[in-house]
């Protein structure tokens, strides 16, 4: 049973441009989170989402930032016209449905803005 | 979600037993108990997960004391590859916003050769 995929696992942007980093979540899990690191920090949640629904986006910046998971595919953080600051390490982590059953996390796409 | 209290690192001998300790002395009877780890450069790891009695799986222990307001993670024979940020998390049960989990500063181990 494959584990979360995260893709691509390292990107590189010019500012001002637009990063968009896919996550697969494991079979038969319907909810994904997306996390960001920022170097020699922890890990702050951004947003949870359900096929087709956000949940809690009480992470996610104000601007810039956008989240989706759609019917059919991986679920999408974009983040438009990238900033120096926007450089983070970004994890997704899934879980099934409902209950105590723990998150799995990817291996994270680290995100580098030059 | 509670709060959650750890010493900010610990170290021990590879080979020996690492006891690494959580307070969450506000824990709701509802809340279960976590742990995560993170090896640098890597995405989390579940390790374990419980409720009030203590549990066991191949890669830890999990002692919850009594009254809930404390735990400890047991790793058994830490080698070198269990080096990293060991997170102890709080957490209702999975129900719509108050799903997410919410990381502290973690406990950093250290095994030494």
């Known amino acids: 049973n494959a584990g979360v995929m995260q893709n691509p696992r390292h990107l590189v942007r010019r500012r001002g441009q637009e990063a968009r980093l896919r996550c697969s979540p494991m079979k038969g899990h319907s909810h994904v989170y997306w996390y960001r690191q920022l170097p020699e920090e922890g890990l702050k949640f951004m947003v949870y989402l359900q096929k087709e629904n956000i949940i809690d986006e009480s992470g996610m910046p104000k601007e810039r930032f956008s989240a989706e998971f759609p019917k059919e595919g991986p679920s999408i953080l974009r983040i438009q016209q990238v900033v120096r600051g926007d450089s983070a390490a970004y994890f997704c982590?899934?879980?099934?449905?409902?209950?105590?059953?723990?998150?799995?996390f990817g291996n994270g796409t680290r995100l580098t803005v030059t | 979600d509670a709060k959650t209290t750890q010493p900010t690192s610990m170290d021990c001998a590879e080979g020996r037993a690492a006891n690494l300790p959580c307070n969450h002395s506000t824990i709701s009877g509802n809340e279960y108990v976590y742990w995560y780890r993170q090896i640098h450069s890597q995405g989390p790891q579940y390790i374990i997960h419980g409720l009030k009695n203590n549990e066991t799986n191949e890669m830890a222990s999990l002692i919850i004391t009594e009254d809930r307001k404390s735990s400890t993670l047991i790793l058994p024979h830490a080698t070198l590859r269990d080096t990293a940020v060991y997170y102890c998390i709080v957490r209702v049960e999975h129900t719509g916003a108050n799903s997410k989990l919410t990381f502290g500063k973690g406990i950093t181990l250290s095994v030494r050769p």
């Open positions: 982590a899934s879980s099934p449905t409902t209950g105590s059953s723990p998150l799995h």
